[in-house]
């Protein structure tokens, strides 16, 4: 593929969407799409955002949850957008950082939300064990700090392995579902999986040993 046309594939109608509506990329309309359908994000609902650079679903959820509500990010990269005073954005490690410190003042989270993606090889069997891992430690961290009733978003790549991860989705929230939003480009392995009303007990999700030795990525 050459340059001018990658370039044109990747500043869409969705890019340039983002650009004027100023959110930081594209991979806000996937977020916006899911919670259109199942609103996930009340004013003054506290939200944790793993994996969320370079910032756009950080963006949506602040304007959702307004002043009253919490959003806690964070990345391996720093964010480097304004962000408003409801909003705390960490630089770190998702397999690395201690769950008390993502809480800050916080009790717990009523939304835990991931667009973590895993840094890829082409070879699609270990791109989507990788993905499968992240979503794993998404959950753990989920299993620590959710509020009963809470919800879940992660993107993965479906692939083997992900019939296991479903069940224990499953096994945590009454509602589960999978999405493909409308944003996600052709071609693409990603889905979301989707899940509400927590459960107040589930199945603990043991911590994954780090995706082949390669931090997580984040798209948020």
Known sequence: ????????????????????????????????????????????????????????????????????????????????????????????????????????????????????????TGIRFTDVTRSIALVERALALADELSAPGGAFVAKVFVGAGFDDLLARVKARYQRVKMVKPGSVRPGSMEQYVVGRARRSTGSPAAPPDHPGGIPPGGTG
């Open 1 to 120: 593929m050459s340059r001018l046309r990658d370039r044109r594939r990747r500043h869409d109608g969705f890019y340039r969407r983002a650009k004027k509506e100023r959110f930081a990329s594209r991979a806000v309309y996937k977020l916006q799409e899911i919670d259109s359908r199942f609103a996930l994000f009340p004013p003054g609902a506290r939200v944790l955002d793993l994996g969320c650079w370079p910032g756009s679903w950080t963006q949506y959820c602040a304007e959702r949850v307004g002043p009253g509500g919490a959003v806690v990010g964070i990345d391996r990269k720093a964010l480097e957008i304004p962000l408003p005073s409801q909003v705390r954005a960490m630089q770190g490690n998702v397999f690395e950082v201690a769950a008390k410190d993502l809480l800050g003042d916080l009790d717990a989270f009523d939304a835990v939300i991931s667009d973590m993606a895993p840094d890829t």
